[in-house]
């Protein structure tokens, strides 16, 4: 099946620096990939949705300034979270779609604290 | 707008018992349906999808779902569930084609399955 990776699975910062997370397809061609974001014991919420080549899509309530999106190629999506704060600690996903009736396919997250 | 419901929050059950997860749906448009599994601290894996056709909607893993378009149902089942099946299982629709939100994964709250000895 077709394969997703983030890295980094674990980051460690401290508060006021930026974070930067990749998305990768690795035997795909993504159209689009998305950003989620997941609180301990709760569901996914979408935060963006990104297409190579044009700017990314925010949720209601995600801050574009603070959360970057690039999707530099049809394989890869990156995340920035700058200035980070603990409220930021959070697990990330992303998934990468490559359109018409298939599913998402999602990467297995990272983990991201903010001390 | 869609939105999706997950009935229940917790759900234990026996191991080689029958487990069936609740999932219902409100869209105003077609849909597509999805169930998903995770395993603590990793991603989502696909169990099964409903795109059109059959209604029975067989999966990974020995699961299957039926698609109610009348109750706006697609819930998950399993005959025999296994102490590996423990995990958090996420119902998800997307919009169908065409639509402006085509594309975006709608999840619901999770349903935790633990299975005991």
């Known amino acids: 099946g077709a394969v997703v990776s983030q890295h980094p699975s674990w980051v460690i910062c401290k508060s006021g620096t930026s974070v930067k997370i990749e998305c990768r397809s690795l035997?795909?061609?993504?159209?689009?990939m998305f950003w989620y974001r997941q609180f301990p014991k709760q569901s996914l919420m979408l935060m963006a949705t990104s297409n190579e080549g044009s700017k990314a899509t925010y949720e209601q309530g995600v801050e574009k300034d603070k959360f970057l999106i690039n999707h530099a190629s049809l394989t890869l999506s990156t995340l920035t979270v700058t200035s980070a704060h603990p409220e930021d600690s959070s697990f990330y996903i992303c998934?990468?779609?490559?359109?018409?009736?298939?599913?998402?396919?999602f990467g297995p997250g990272t983990r991201l604290t903010v001390t | 707008a869609q939105s999706v419901t997950q009935l229940d929050s917790q759900v234990p059950v026996f191991e080689e018992a029958p487990v069936e997860l609740r999932c219902n749906y409100s869209s105003s448009v077609s849909v597509y349906l999805f169930w998903y599994v995770q395993y603590p601290n990793q991603g989502l894996q696909l169990l099964l999808k409903y795109l059109s056709g059959s209604t029975l909607v067989k999966g990974i893993n020995g699961f299957e779902a039926e698609f109610n378009k009348s109750q706006t149902s697609f819930h998950l089942r399993k005959p025999s569930v296994h102490i590996s099946d423990t995990a958090e299982y996420f119902c998800?629709?997307?919009?169908?084609?065409?639509?402006?939100?085509?594309?975006?994964?709608?999840f619901g709250q999770g349903t935790i399955l633990t299975v005991h000895p």
């Open positions: 998934s990468a779609w490559a359109g018409g009736g298939y599913e998402q396919y």
């Open positions: 998800a629709v997307s919009e169908y084609a065409g639509g402006t939100s085509y594309g975006k994964l709608t």
């Open positions: 035997d795909f061609q993504a159209t689009t």
